[in-house]
């Protein structure tokens, strides 16, 4: 694609920012664009998530954005993040703008919570075959699929665990995340508390308030800006076959993530690249469970192998496939994963806290579960 | 190990309480008292204690509380706060070493002995605590207990602490789509979507079938009967009308198609299962399940 990310931002991440999500918007673009080198007068388009409360012209109001030619949103929450990307990557391509942000910004812990129940949401009809029953927060309609999958596949809750112990060992090193210094072990997975089983709190991502935004141009007026830009090697979105949005519980098999199969072929196709090519693995990591179906889905190891690719060792920074060297959602922060976005920027660029040498590719994916996105990033 | 365990380890490295004495010194008026509560007419008890009441005369009193270093009421507060808020006593062994003889001061010591959990028992999980106490007379051992608790998390359906309303339930959003569903289970009826062109099965329905085209969806009534393809013990956060834990079984159903609903009893996947109406209010009645033994 014609289109690099060419500057990253984002607020400190807490769980009590102490201003509102308009803030968090406005301060995380203002420090990507200064990241790029970038003025706000630079830019004529802005791409958000639907969830987003922060509309495209009060951001553009605040941070003295005169004009937008394209501004766009993604829906179905996590799923959106690379999505925004895409979207920016495509008004770049075809002219619609020249300089797109994409932010995301919330006061998820401290304002709205999404791991609480919703009861609202059960307006939806989608969600009258869930809600009513009790199955009403992310975790327990991940839990439906991770039971399952364990049933099929021999996993453990231990396997699960090995994922929040990956990422909250890279979080331990990076002073941006909340679990900076705070490393867990596998028998501090263990002894956590249910949540909704065969789910504990240690394979739930915690709770953040925060902002990130990550500036898209095109990879001409990249060469002039100030940093080395991440080329947007491939961007897709992905939906499956009888899709829902956290419950596609209707189809044959439970222990897959279709939608993610139809981002993982756009990506292969799109940018020429295969599994082995990757070198840095950002995945969405919101349930530990879907972790080891998205390395499935993608083509890093075969069905029902992911247990024994973890325990293998290979999302060691020093492994075959590093995993969320910043520390995932589980570790760093939950934003939705657009904090995911700007840690494959940070190791394209070779800037990141735990970086994983000669980086070539980083592969970033976006809320699983849901209708999703990836990236594949490069360097040329 | 466990964040109770490490408390538990920590509280047992205390070793003994400091002494705690008893109100008075052995005497009459409370052995003939403890007599007469207990029914006990036999004569011999007039220089001397029935040894069963040793327990007695350390008692802290009505409104007594327990000293802070008391390990027992240590281990009572980290269970506590874990969720293990019930009590129950299980056994009370106790040693006499000899007659306590009138106007002899006591006084109580105890440590912790064992904590074992967390274990399934017919209450709820729990943690069993083992103490030991000791009764002195000055620096003579007279008496010994070792006493246990069952700490435990009621099991599910307690008695409910606070009534939910049902109108804190969570209702389903009703169209035209979808109320022949409704319709169904108000009538004790579990519908499913047929479409009436092809005859495809189709559960969450939708007004086109998406085999044939055809906006003539028909249904037809469920015989009930299914094995729970998958299922989530749900633990936090609390649900609106629900109280925790409680169970949300996938089941598939024997005409083919799957539906969730809660699951009243301990799930396993392939488990058979039947279909129940439970009626919210005179607009909604919620299917649900519950075992059904193979046949």
């Known amino acids: 694609m014609n289109a690099a990310i060419v500057g990253i931002g984002a607020t400190d991440f807490s769980k009590d920012s102490g201003r509102s999500e308009l803030q968090l918007a406005a301060e995380a673009v203002r420090a990507a664009l200064e990241d790029a080198g970038l003025e706000p007068s630079d830019v004529d388009g802005l791409v958000s998530f639907t969830m987003d409360t922060n509309a495209e012209i009060a951001v553009a109001r605040e941070l003295g954005i005169p004009e937008l030619t394209f501004f766009s949103r993604v829906h179905y929450g996590g799923g959106a993040a690379c999505a925004t990307v895409q979207q920016a990557a495509m008004a770049v391509e075809t002219g619609a703008a020249r300089v797109v942000v994409c932010y995301r910004a919330f006061n998820e812990r401290s304002g709205h919570r999404f791991g609480q129940v919703q009861t609202a949401a059960a307006a939806n009809i989608d969600n009258s075959w869930s809600y009513p029953m009790g199955l009403g927060t992310p975790a327990a309609m991940v839990a439906m699929f991770a039971r399952r999958y364990m049933h099929e596949y021999g996993a453990t809750s231990e396997d699960f665990g090995r994922i929040a112990v990956i990422d909250r060992k890279h979080a331990a090193t990076n002073p941006r995340a909340w679990f900076h210094n705070r490393p867990i072990t596998l028998d501090d997975h263990q002894s956590s508390r249910w949540i909704a089983e065969p789910l504990r709190l240690l394979d739930c991502c915690q709770e953040s308030d925060g902002g990130v935004a990550i500036v898209v141009t095109s990879r001409d007026r990249a060469k002039d800006l100030r940093q080395k830009p991440a080329h947007v090697k491939a961007a897709t979105q992905g939906s499956g076959v009888d899709q829902f949005t956290m419950t596609s519980y209707y189809r044959d098999d439970l222990t897959r993530l279709p939608e993610m199969g139809v981002v993982a072929r756009g990506l292969w196709e799109k940018s020429g690249i295969g599994p082995d090519d990757v070198d840095v693995a950002v995945l969405y990591d919101h349930f530990t469970p879907f972790v080891l179906v998205q390395l499935e889905e993608l083509g890093f190891c075969g069905r029902g192998e992911a247990k024994d690719f973890v325990a293998s060792g290979a999302l060691e920074l020093d492994g075959k496939l590093p995993l969320n060297p910043h520390g995932g959602q589980l570790g760093e922060a939950y934003l939705h994963g657009m904090n995911g976005i700007a840690e494959g920027v940070r190791q394209i660029r070779g800037t990141a806290v735990n970086q994983v040498g000669g980086v070539e590719h980083v592969l970033v994916t976006a809320g699983t579960g849901v209708p999703t996105s990836g990236l594949v990033l490069g360097q040329g | ?295």
Request: a negative charge; one cysteine or more; charged letters at 25%.
């Open chain 2, 1 to 295: 190990m466990t964040d109770i365990e490490k408390e538990a380890a920590r509280i047992a490295e205390q070793g003994e309480c400091a002494p705690r004495l008893a109100r008075d010194p052995v005497n009459l008026p409370m052995i003939n008292n403890w007599l007469e509560a207990i029914g006990d007419d036999h004569p011999g008890y007039t220089e001397v204690a029935p040894p069963a009441m040793v327990q007695v005369w350390t008692m802290a009193g009505l409104r007594g509380q327990r000293t802070l270093d008391d390990p027992l009421g240590q281990m009572m507060t980290v269970l506590d706060e874990a969720g293990y808020t019930s009590v129950v006593a299980t056994n009370s062994d106790q040693t006499y070493h000899r007659y306590l003889k009138l106007g002899e001061q006591l006084s109580v010591t105890t440590s912790l002995e064992d904590v074992t959990g967390p274990k399934k028992t017919g209450l709820g999980e729990g943690w069993f605590v083992t103490t030991r106490s000791t009764w002195w007379v000055g620096d003579e051992a007279v008496a010994e207990m070792r006493f246990r608790v069952l700490k435990f998390r009621p099991a599910r359906k307690p008695e409910p602490v606070k009534e939910i309303p049902k109108a804190q339930a969570i209702r389903p959003s009703v169209n035209r789509d979808t109320e022949y569903f409704w319709e169904g289970t108000r009538q004790g009826e579990l519908r499913i979507q047929r479409c009436g062109g092809c005859g495809l099965l189709r559960h969450p329905p939708g007004p086109m079938c998406p085999e044939c085209g055809a906006t003539k969806p028909k249904y037809l009534v469920s015989e009930g009967h299914g094995v729970i393809y998958s299922y989530v013990v749900h633990h936090h956060p609390q649900v609106p009308g629900k109280q925790t834990p409680f169970v949300i079984a996938l089941v598939e159903l024997d005409e083919g198609v799957r539906m969730l609903g809660e699951f009243d009893g301990e799930p396993s996947v392939g488990q058979r299962v039947e279909v129940v109406f439970t009626e919210v209010d005179d607009e909604l009645t919620m299917p649900s399940w519950r075992p059904r033994a193979d046949r």
